[in-house]
């Protein structure tokens, strides 16, 4: 599956009602969102909580590469779109992949996953710690602040 820019968010529960309208571009989302972007100069952007604090970092194209590798195994095109647990309040995920500015795959679940879930959890652990690294200085001058913590152990691991 070819895409340039991966978005993913959590919602926490009962924040969202309902993943129905999930969209990459919904910035009322309650919860965490990570974005990586593959194209250009390559970005990967981290926002913690609804209001929490955002880190950016430019990632060098060696690192894009192995995050490439990584996500390419996770077989995004063999996930269904919908992963929604009958009458699922937890809390609620969404992928969306893009190829330019077209959408080319929109992945949603509640309290259940894919089978490739763990590999694809681990890569977001990555991506926090990345973007954390690069924060480390402006937190010690700002105070406050985190990376990306996928799940809070709310998910199933699979």
């Not at 993943?19 to 965490?32: E, F, I, R, V």
């Not at 919908?82 to 679940?109: C, Q, T």
């Amino acid at each position: 599956m070819t895409f340039d820019k991966l978005v993913y968010r959590e919602t926490v529960p009962g924040a969202a009602a309902g993943m129905q309208g999930l969209s990459a571009s919904d910035a009322t989302d309650p919860g965490s969102m990570l974005t990586v972007d593959f194209g250009g100069i390559g970005e990967l952007t981290v926002r913690s909580g609804p209001c929490g604090e955002v880190n950016w970092r430019r990632i060098t194209r060696p690192v894009l590469d192995v995050l490439r590798s990584k996500l390419d195994a996770c077989k995004f095109e063999a996930w269904r779109d919908d992963y929604s647990a009958p009458a699922a309040d937890g809390p609620g995920w969404g992928l969306e992949l893009f190829d330019g500015e077209k959408s080319v795959k929109r992945i949603r679940g509640g309290n259940a996953v894919p089978e490739q879930w763990p590999a694809f959890r681990s890569i977001l652990e990555l991506c926090g710690a990345l973007a954390e690294d690069r924060s480390k200085r402006m937190r010690r001058i700002r105070g406050g602040g985190g990376g990306f913590r996928p799940g809070r152990g709310e998910l199933p691991e699979r």
